[in-house]
């Protein structure tokens, strides 16, 4: 059996929405800071987005424990956007203006905010977003956009990094159909390249097929001694079976979020032993991640994945942007604060209270997040630390970090 | 490409086309005697796989125990179907029944999703490794899903054509009010088709979750190559969707070594075309029903 | 408040048009297409990338209208001859074709990655806001005059011909006409009518992916023309709006009704959508607002 939502909890959570409104309604002195959530519950991010959700009502409890930033308690709205730019400009338009949200987090998909940005910039609203599509570096022209996750050109870097480092000379590369995945195998292609190595085969694969084998023959028919998977579980799952029962003997690659604890404990050692992959998260190794990862586990049963690490860092990030900029401030004045209170130098916090306390005596602080150490780019981007794992009989295990100059 | 890419490309077209022969028969019995596209049968798969999920998860891991409850229980949702949608509409045109029969595809996966949500499920089987013959792979998996397959094909081909019932569908087929007016009571062969269709559709379904995993849009996605292949081998002919379906697995994957894999359904939309062009009966279609 | 009212109105007028066009097709001639979202993309492609191109909007409308009704003709040439059924099958791949060559011919259409930044229709009209004010009063305008055109349509001779084509061919045909003659024409016509609907749509959202193309939006413009009476402007009218307010609805449901997740959410709205076209077309075959001189179909 595999991963699947867990309903319950989700039932659960949405309840809090409700609840948490009305009680923040009744709460404060200050307004109530309207904060709409934007996540991918149905479609392809489906299996993201409502830990994303979940992240962020874990913040936002936080937040509120700590007693709101600049004394203004944060109140959530959450909005589906089906993995879908059409329908997250209706979901957008709804938060923007019946909920009149000030800032929006957890999106997923890039094409959701590529789509949405034209609504939220207009409106002077920041958007916090995992995409790590270019595109999104130029398009924001007011500096509202945050990447809280590495751009695909620094995660298909990696991917050379290690295969390089690993001594792997005839990689092929199997790229799932979309903006992230293609981009991300193409960067991939070029680190290898420009590091005087050859791609033995490129292959680009349509996503939802019942049978991968013919992609997979193809590349095998080269003889790689690795394969480097841009993919997503779903698609890996199938790939990685049909690998295995093809006979055929090599090492494997792929980003954290593909080949899963989940993938490895519905295939078997054999598989996983093969498999290297790479996240941005380092886990363990922040304090920031120590608490969320209990608060998470405490919450929902389940571990957090990368996208929700991520998306618990957005709100606690913009709550702390809050306290800087103050009470009054809005969109650009907020978004304004986001590198002064993550990016180096400052004194090092790893919670939204201690953020706070810190702020509070006027002195500079720098967020070590749950994700990373997130030190934002001139558009907005991130330029974190990765982990790269490995299966030790068949469960997930860190086995380096690695830093990269962006 | 050298010969061994084509000769794997071409076993695993084949595996593909017996096990998509199922649905296919499945389409064109009903194309041939209720005469219309049942565009739900896609979904009717998907309805299958996930059968054999929930069979696994709370009743057995065996896989034969799986693949018999997921036929039954896929027969009965279409004999549901039939009786509650279909049979009222089977005296309206055959546009009523093929709207309806889109709404019965979202209707069906509407719930899986609602129960089972948007995550893969994977059937559990031992991984097994294929048999190399010098770079020719023949999977010993594969090979239960296409013996699977010809069983079944062999059994509806056997009884359409040994036996007095499937003389009297074939009847229903060619003439249904000729064959209402010599007595051939056209419900009950409506009831076994309904019956057939689920159980082919259920079998196909948990075979292809077999093969790949389970997904909400498993069926769905298979709809249109499907359809082509009906169509090329001839709509309302049971020979003619086995061979359309194998000849389409074979072309489609051994076309996507040299176009890529992504134009495999653009490949489906273009043999539609032609066979539409050149010859819009198919390979065994008769003219009576090209309407 | 009012600004997201005028987005779901806009949503509504571009959903309207495109009901409008399948309607000409299947309620007023009976053709049963698939794929109209084939069309849909092929409008908003066209107008899109011609655009950035530097080509004024007018023109690059324009282009969609034709190419998206250009691209009927063969398939309406191929099928229309034969069986009703071919043309849904037809259709359908022809959708799924369009979808996946925009996601494949990057060269021209940056394939999966979209096309961000494409120009807004009033966008120097004072703020963003304004311009979609206008873009709404453009939209009824243009909707008015889709009606207006429906209804000299099916009074003039080609109407009753498209008609009696639905109601009874082989008639049609014994008095010497080629039914698959008119049949092309009105679905290319219904189709061009996608395109406008697309090229609306792209400099509305701004921005294209191909995964914005799916068969489900289909589907969607065919519960608007068979709920509310597939051969009526009325129909028409009402069909889309229920649409809209059931699609847009359920998104306030969550805020009220604690207690159900998205995942559920969105199981029990493609629910609905199944159960309509069943229920419809067994209860109430011809809609809402039958047309009060045609038989059950």
Redesign the interface.
Same mark, same amino acid.
């Given at each position: 059996m595999s991963y699947r939502i867990d309903r319950r909890q989700f039932a659960k959570l949405a309840a809090a929405v409700a609840a948490g409104a009305v009680l923040s309604n009744t709460a404060g002195a200050a307004e109530a800071f309207r904060l709409g959530a934007l996540n991918s519950i149905t479609g392809a991010g489906g299996a993201y987005g409502p830990g994303m959700l979940e992240a962020i009502q874990i913040a936002v409890a936080e937040v509120n424990a700590a007693g709101g930033a600049a004394g203004r308690q944060f109140e959530l709205f959450a909005e589906d956007d089906q993995t879908k730019p059409d329908a997250a400009v209706l979901a957008v338009k709804k938060l923007v203006e019946i909920n009149r949200v000030e800032a929006v987090v957890g999106i997923w998909p890039s094409s959701v905010q590529l789509a949405t940005l034209p609504i939220t910039n207009a409106a002077n609203v920041p958007s916090f977003n995992v995409c790590g599509a270019p595109e999104l570096e130029t398009l924001d022209d007011k500096d509202l956009v945050f990447q809280f996750y590495a751009s695909n050109k620094v995660i298909g870097a990696v991917f050379a990094e290690v295969a390089k480092k690993r001594g792997f000379k005839n990689p092929a590369v199997l790229a799932y159909n979309n903006a992230t995945m293609v981009a991300q195998a193409e960067n991939f292609r070029s680190t290898w390249e420009a590091g005087g190595g050859e791609v033995a085969d490129f292959i680009v694969y349509e996503p939802n097929q019942t049978s991968y084998r013919t992609e997979l023959d193809r590349a095998l028919s080269k003889n790689p001694d690795i394969l480097v998977l841009s993919s997503y579980t779903p698609d890996v799952t199938i790939i990685l079976k049909e690998w295995y029962q093809s006979g055929y003997d090599c090492k494997l690659i792929s980003p954290g979020w593909s080949i899963t604890q989940a993938v490895a404990d519905a295939l078997g050692p054999e598989v996983s032993a093969q498999a290297t992959t790479i996240s941005n998260v380092p886990a363990s190794s922040t304090e920031a991640y120590k608490a969320f990862h209990e608060a998470f586990v405490a919450r929902t049963g389940r571990q957090p994945e990368m996208f929700a690490t991520a998306a618990y860092d957005m709100v606690i990030v913009l709550a702390l942007a809050i306290e800087l900029a103050g009470a009054s401030a809005k969109g650009t004045e907020i978004s304004a604060k986001i590198r002064n209170v993550t990016n180096a130098p400052g004194n090092k916090v790893s919670t939204f209270a201690e953020g706070l306390a810190a702020l509070k005596r006027g002195e500079e602080i720098d967020y070590e997040g749950a994700s990373s150490p997130l030190e934002f780019g001139e558009a907005g981007q991130t330029t974190p630390a990765f982990g790269i794992f490995g299966f030790e009989d068949n469960k997930l295990a860190l086995q380096e970090v690695m830093t990269l100059k962006s | 490409m050298d010969w061994i890419n084509i000769t794997n490309a071409a076993i695993n077209g084949i595996v593909l086309g017996l096990l998509l022969a199922l649905p296919a028969l499945a389409v064109t019995l009903v194309f041939g005697i209720a005469r219309f596209p049942h565009a739900a049968v896609g979904d009717y798969m998907t309805f299958g796989a996930y059968t054999a999920i929930l069979v696994q998860s709370f009743m057995s891991a065996s896989l034969v125990a799986a693949a018999l409850i997921a036929s039954a229980a896929t027969a009965f949702l279409s004999l549901f179907f039939y009786a509650w949608v279909f049979r009222s509409l089977s005296q309206r045109s055959p546009v009523s029944s093929l709207i309806a029969s889109i709404g019965v595809a979202f209707a069906v996966r509407s719930v899986i999703t609602f129960f089972a949500g948007q995550s893969q499920y994977v059937i559990e089987a031992p991984l097994v490794r294929a048999w190399n013959f010098s770079g020719v792979r023949i999977l010993p998996t594969d090979l239960y899903v296409a013996a699977t397959a010809v069983l079944a094909l062999a059994a509806v081909f056997f009884m359409l054509h040994f036996t007095a019932f499937g003389r009297r569908m074939r009847a229903v087929a060619d003439n249904p009010e000729l064959a209402a007016a010599s007595g051939i009571r056209v419900r009950e062969v409506m009831i076994t088709l309904s019956v057939i269709v689920g159980a082919f559709c259920g079998l196909g379904g948990m075979l292809m979750g077999f093969k790949a995993v389970v997904l909400p849009e498993l069926g769905w996605e298979l709809i249109l190559p499907i359809f082509a292949s009906v169509i090329l081998g001839g709509i309302g002919s049971p020979v003619g969707a086995v061979c359309g379906m194998i000849l389409f697995g074979i072309s489609q994957e051994i076309a996507s070594l040299y176009v890529g894999a992504s134009y495999k359904l653009v490949l489906a939309f273009v043999v539609l075309l032609l066979v539409l062009l050149i010859r819009p009966q198919g390979m065994f279609g008769k003219i009576i029903a090209v309407r | 408040? =009012?600004?997201?009212l005028i987005?779901?109105s806009i949503?509504v007028l571009i959903y309207m048009l495109m009901a409008s066009g399948l309607s000409l097709q299947y309620g007023f001639t009976?053709l049963?297409n698939?794929g109209y979202v084939g069309f849909f993309a092929i409008g908003a492609y066209t107008s899109g990338l011609l655009s950035l191109q530097g080509v004024p909007l007018p023109v690059s409308f324009l282009a969609a209208m034709l190419l998206a009704g250009a691209l009927a003709y063969p398939l309406g040439i191929?099928?229309l001859r034969?069986?009703?059924?071919?043309l849904?099958?037809?259709t359908?791949?022809?959708s799924?074709?369009v979808r996946?060559?925009l996601?494949?011919e990057d060269w021209l259409t940056r394939?999966?990655?979209?096309v961000?930044?494409l120009p807004r229709v009033f966008d120097d009209w004072a703020?963003?806001?304004s311009g979609d004010l206008t873009l709404l009063l453009l939209l009824l305008v243009v909707n008015i005059a889709v009606f207006a055109l429906i209804a000299y349509l099916v009074r003039s001779p080609f109407g009753r011909i498209i008609a009696s084509i639905r109601d009874n061919e082989v008639a049609v045909r014994a008095l010497g006409k080629n039914p698959a003659a008119f049949k092309t024409r009105s679905l290319m016509l219904g189709s061009a009518l996608a395109g406008l609907a697309g090229a609306f749509?792209a400099h509305y959202?701004?921005?294209i992916?191909p =995964?914005?193309f799916v068969p489900l939006i289909t589907?969607y413009v065919?519960i608007a023309i068979?709920v509310g009476g597939p051969n009526r402007i009325l129909g028409i009218v009402v069909g889309t709006i229920i649409l809209l307010t059931f699609l847009?609805g359920s998104?306030?449901m969550?805020?009220?009704v604690?207690?159900?997740?998205?995942?559920?959410?969105?199981?029990?709205?493609?629910?609905i959508?199944?159960?309509?076209?069943?229920?419809t077309?067994?209860y109430r075959?011809n809609g809402l607002f039958p047309d009060k001189f045609s038989k059950?179909?």
């Open positions: - | - | 408040m =009012e600004f997201y987005a779901i949503s009976g049963v698939f191929i099928t034969l069986g009703g059924d071919y849904a099958i037809i359908l791949g022809f799924e074709t996946i060559l996601m494949k394939g999966v990655h979209g961000p930044g703020g963003v806001s749509q959202v701004t921005f992916a =995964e914005q589907f065919w068979i847009e998104r306030f969550r805020d009220f604690g207690g159900v997740s998205e995942v559920q959410l969105a199981s029990v709205r493609f629910f959508i199944g159960m309509a076209l069943i229920c077309i067994l075959p059950g179909k």
